[in-house]
């Protein structure tokens, strides 16, 4: 790993001072180098830069009983607008934001899981970002950027979906293809990591320095943070939990192995693991995947005995392939998150509270917690907001290297 030199703190301690008035809201100086540990000659230095640019304003001057008037600062909203976009097997959700990340405006397109072609796909981004803009009463020229989650492998240095095994999709260009439809900044890069990006700055982060947040949907997977750095790996594949064993030899995965987490865990796995409780249950009629969870989430609160252990099994399965990870990374935190946390997350997660401590050696049991997500709104869109207001500051020369994967390209000036 490259020696930081000076430049890197610089940049380092500026989002220290960002993240500070994310978690206090509006603060003083002193209270944000009380928060961050940085001095507080540093804290005043990087005020005054991000004053200068816009980004902080003063929000009130008070005044005490003795001394001098003081500032307390807060990040400015109307320096533009930010496009977060979720994009999965079966829905485009497109949210805007101002810079402090507080949603103005949201859409969701529904995606037909079985077309596949980048047009399609492409076609559904705008579609979605279009009527999110819409609703936001905003207009195209204020915004400053988009960060567009895709499934699958990507590489964020190139804009490239790497592989997207439910589309068949192999080295798309994405990023030029939606830039050049959009005329806006596009910042492409995996759920797994919008995920955890947004659990560190406005979730469980503020609190606990390592964790994994899971996320559970047609494809599930890890977004890891190990001591407050988003963790991934040589080509950004770090987290690819839904991909290691739980059964040598067992079920097949669409990522052509055999056994995966994703096998049982995912939606398919869902419906293989009802298919062998009760072949002929009606919520295996359902054509779409969210259907089929909507139904296993109806069916439990009527106590159906094959959703219910439909739900044991699944619990069961998760409880396993987690302790694998906690014994890897000794991490105490887990979060789960994603549609089908959402729509089952009251059955699983007390289940899997009970049983993990089965599954993790005594040394790393200690303070461990399973907890659903408390973000709001989409997490995969706030944190692809998040990553598109990153790379902005970026371009006013505030760039962190904390979650950003190193590139030597550069973005548009923004309009």
């Not at 079985?114 to 803009?133: K, S, T």
């Not at 990023?175 to 469980?204: M, Q």
């Not at 943070?225 to 067992?250: F, Y």
Request: hydrophobic letters at 40%; glycine letters at 10%; a negative charge.
């Amino acid at each position: 790993m490259p020696r930081q030199t000076s430049r890197d703190l610089r940049n380092e301690s500026r989002f220290e001072v960002l993240h500070a008035l994310f978690t206090l809201g509006p603060s003083t100086r002193q209270e944000i180098a009380r928060h961050t540990g940085l001095s507080t000659a540093t804290v005043a230095t990087l005020v005054t830069q991000f004053l200068a640019e816009g980004v902080l304003r003063i929000a009130t001057v008070e005044q005490n009983t003795v001394g001098r008037p003081y500032e307390r600062l807060t990040i400015d909203p109307d320096r533009g607008r930010i496009l977060g976009i979720d994009v999965a097997e079966t829905y485009v959700d497109a949210t805007v934001y101002d810079v402090r990340l507080e949603p103005l405006g949201q859409s969701q397109v529904a995606l037909d899981e079985h077309q596949n072609g980048e047009a399609y796909v492409v076609d559904g981004i705008v579609r979605a970002i279009d009527a999110a803009v819409s609703a936001s009463g905003t207009t195209r020229d204020r915004i400053i950027g988009a960060g567009v989650s895709m499934p699958g492998q990507v590489r964020p240095d190139a804009g490239v979906s790497v592989f997207a095994p439910n589309w068949d999709w192999h080295d798309v260009r994405i990023e030029a293809l939606l830039e050049e439809r959009l005329g806006l900044p596009v910042y492409v890069d995996n759920p797994l990591k919008a995920v955890a990006l947004s659990e560190l700055w406005f979730g469980v982060g503020r609190t606990a320095k390592s964790m994994a947040v899971i996320n559970l949907g047609t494809g599930v997977g890890a977004g890891i943070v190990i001591n407050r750095s988003l963790l991934r790996g040589e080509a950004n594949n770090a987290g690819e939990w839904g991909h290691t064993l739980l059964q040598l030899d067992g079920r097949p995965c669409r990522c052509g192995r055999l056994g995966c987490v994703e096998a049982y865990l995912g939606v398919e796995g869902l419906q293989a693991t009802l298919a062998e409780i009760a072949p002929d249950h009606p919520a295996l009629q359902e054509p779409q995947q969210r259907g089929f969870v909507d139904a296993v989430a109806d069916g439990l609160t009527r106590d159906d005995t094959a959703l219910a252990e439909l739900a044991r099994r699944t619990a069961h399965y998760l409880a396993a392939s987690l302790g694998d990870l906690v014994n890897l990374l000794n991490i105490p935190q887990i979060t789960l998150t994603g549609w089908t946390t959402e729509a089952l997350g009251d059955w699983l997660i007390p289940a899997v509270r009970s049983e993990l401590p089965d599954h993790v050696l005594p040394g790393s049991r200690l303070n461990l917690t399973v907890e659903a997500s408390g973000v709001p709104g989409n997490p995969v869109a706030l944190g692809m907001a998040a990553f598109s207001l990153e790379r902005f500051l970026g371009t006013l020369g505030l760039a962190s290297r904390t979650s950003l994967p190193a590139t030597g390209r550069r973005l548009r000036s923004p309009a």
